[in-house]
């Protein structure tokens, strides 16, 4: 769990400097930047949610130690939209696979150290397991639409009509 | 602007690949998706190498963005303390969650704070997107810090708040100095007005409210001890 609350803690400042990128005058993708913004919100808030379930089961959350996994190298987001949106399902997989961890752990734990945990389980299942499904295929939707519309030989107003799409979900 | 170059010239490339191939991104299921779009991108690129992109930039754009320099480095200073403010809050909530200590009050107290210094930092980076920065500098811009953690107690908490939001108040005034310049024409007006009346005001009314807070509970505490504490936390 700790290393799934600092997973999405740092996903939530990748898809901030993301939507960043996005909403340069370079870019100027609204749309792009408000898909993007809104991960990085959902990302912070469910760090929160997440400490607060640790706790509430009588653990506690260390954020004094950096997360093990990518510190040292952040991520390249001086991308174009296409890859932006493979780049952020990569991430949605990312964070799937890791509440699929906890969720294994919780349920098939046998020995001393990993114990048989419904509890924990039923959280994961309820709050995070459907909802990460739910965004992989959005953005797995987004991505395969994006790259039929740029298909074509002059496609700025196909990915100018798609960021409008984008703007009213 | 070697970015939009860049950018468009892939642009083109990924055309290319998706007339040629026509097959979907996302049918691969071991992998990164990443990984899959670089790929075909280079296969492309190696059968067309004279494909070439032809991208203007506007010549109006010459005298803009307009920030100087060293303000905007201070900026990125700026936000980066932000986000380390909301990342020493979080820790302080996860302290306050837990069992052994169990102060919801204090724990509430910090992850609204935690939020708040978040959305800090945020506002001052669409700040610079707004005057025409972060164009291909975004990258760096925010690091996600390790934190100093203690055993705090309410009053010890409400201290190391009072100290961090100092600290901050203090950085906002020295990128203010920053931002005014020292030429003729370097005065950012604009930013510094925003960090006057927005940043500071909020800082100084911050630390006002938590000098008050400071003072309330050690006066419960002197007479009262783990009852003040108790009781204050259920107030706040």
Partial sequence: MQDYIQLQLKKS?????????????????PGFQKLYQGLSDRAFDDTIALIKQVTRRGGAVDFSKPHDKGVANPPEVHLNELESLARALDNEKELTLGAIHVHTSATHGTTASREHDPEMAHYLQENFLSKQS???RKLSGYANDLSKL????EPSLSVYLFDEFLQKQ | MMKVFASICLLVVLVAVNQAQAESLVSTNHGSVMQELNKQKNEKVQENENLNCNVRTNAIFKAWPDMKTPCVNSMRKQIQKEIHASVQYL??????????????????????????????GSKLVEYLSMRGELTDTVKN???????????????AALEDAF????????????????????????????????????????QLHGQRELAGQITTL???????GELGEFLFDKNM
């Fill in chain 1, 150 to 153: 740029v298909s074509v030989r």
């Fill in chain 1, 13 to 29: 400042y990748e898809y901030l400097l993301l939507a960043t990128h996005f909403n340069s005058y370079q870019m100027n993708r």
């Fill in chain 1, 134 to 136: 739910a965004s992989v």
């Fill in chain 2, 141 to 155: 811009l925010i690091q996600v810090p390790t934190v100093k953690t203690a055993n705090w107690s309410g009053i």
């Fill in chain 2, 163 to 202: 100290k961090l939001e100092t600290e901050v108040t203090k950085s906002i005034r020295d990128l203010i100095k920053t931002c005014e310049g020292t030429g003729k024409d370097d005065n950012d007006y604009h930013l510094v007005d925003y960090l006057t009346g927005v940043y500071l005001e909020e």
């Fill in chain 2, 91 to 120: 820790a302080m909530a996860a302290h306050f969650s837990t069992d052994t200590v169990n102060r919801p009050g204090f724990a509430e107290h910090f992850f609204k704070a935690a939020k708040e210094e978040r959305e800090h």
């Fill in chain 2, 218 to 224: 050690e006066k419960m505490m002197s007479t009262h």
